[in-house]
C-alpha cells in the first residue's frame, strides 16, 4: 500500500494548502499528518491477484488558527477527485469510494497549536502489477 500513501500525499500536496504534509508525523511548525490506521481488510480478492480492499486513514493538523479544521474539510472535498489523478498517473489502484468515519474534530491545544483530527476510509481496488 505505500504506492497509494505516497499517491495520496502528491494528490494532497496539489490541493496547496499552504501547510506542509508528512506521512505519520508533524512538522515542527504548522503542519498536516497523514497516515494509514488499523483496519485494512481485503473485501474481495480475484484469482488474477487483484484486490478490493478498505483502507482507513487519519488526517490531523497543527495550526496556530482556532478553525483550523475547515483546512481538513477543504481536503475532504478534494479527495472525490483522486481517482482521475490516479488514473492520469496510469496507477494500479483505483478508488471505488471514500467514506468519512470521523468528521474534523478538535483534539487538544498546547501552548502554541491547535490540533484537530479527522478520519476517513477509502475502497480500492488494486491490481496485481504483474498483469499490467
Not at 95 to 113: A, M, R, S, T
Amino acid at each position: 500500500m505505500e504506492k497509494f500513501i505516497y499517491a495520496l500525499m502528491d494528490f494532497l500536496e496539489g490541493v496547496n494548502l499552504d501547510y506542509p504534509i508528512n506521512i505519520g508525523k508533524f512538522d515542527e511548525n504548522p503542519s498536516i499528518m497523514v497516515r494509514p490506521i488499523e483496519g485494512k481488510e481485503t473485501v474481495r480478492k480475484f484469482m488474477n491477484g487483484t484486490e478490493d480492499m478498505l483502507l482507513p486513514f487519519e488526517m490531523s493538523i497543527k495550526s496556530k488558527m482556532k478553525d483550523s479544521q475547515e483546512i481538513l474539510q477543504i481536503v475532504l472535498r478534494h479527495l472525490i477527485n483522486m481517482n482521475d489523478f490516479l488514473q492520469s498517473k496510469n496507477n494500479i489502484i483505483s478508488i471505488l469510494g471514500y467514506e468519512i468515519n470521523q468528521i474534523p474534530l478538535f483534539q487538544e491545544k498546547d501552548e502554541d497549536y491547535f490540533y484537530y483530527n479527522t478520519k476517513f476510509t477509502f475502497e480500492l481496488t488494486v491490481e496485481n502489477e504483474k498483469i499490467k
